[in-house]
């Protein structure tokens, strides 16, 4: 079993940016593939990025590329979501979640674990 879970959500200005933390514990994360995702009121789950834990590859939504960055922290089994230039359509809950083996997926159902989730609001 692995638990995540996130912080560093909040309220913040268009142009803002804001930094995502996940923790895990149970297991380390070097056998997995971790993913951010986020959910707007009214709307699906949508995948905002992944890194495959072994090699650091990354992938992300095109809504947030060249916005936002995804990195790992390996010594405290950490995944971070670095947000910049944030815009009031980036507002949603943000989930860490994770998925076991070294394959991305933008399906949340490919996607076993799951944190609490935390809110980030971009005011205009």
């Known amino acids: 079993q692995v638990q995540l879970v996130e912080s560093g959500g909040g309220l913040v200005q268009a142009g803002d940016s804001l930094r995502l933390s996940c923790a895990a514990s149970?297991?380390?994360?070097?056998?997995?593939?971790a993913g951010w995702f986020r959910q707007a009121p009214g709307k699906e789950r949508e995948f905002v990025a992944a890194?495959?834990?072994?090699?650091?590859?990354?992938y992300y939504g095109d809504s947030v590329k060249d916005r936002f960055t995804i990195s790992r922290e390996n010594a405290k089994n950490t995944v971070i979501l670095q947000m910049n230039s944030l815009k009031p359509e980036d507002t949603a809950v943000y989930y860490c979640?994770?998925?076991?083996?070294?394959?991305?997926?933008?399906?949340?159902?490919?996607?076993?674990?799951w944190g609490q989730g935390t809110q980030v609001t971009v005011s205009s």
């Open positions: 979640s994770a998925r076991y083996g070294p394959l991305y997926s933008t399906r949340p159902s490919d996607y076993e674990y």
């Open positions: 149970g297991r380390t994360f070097s056998s997995y593939t």
């Open positions: 890194v495959i834990w072994s090699g650091g590859s990354t």
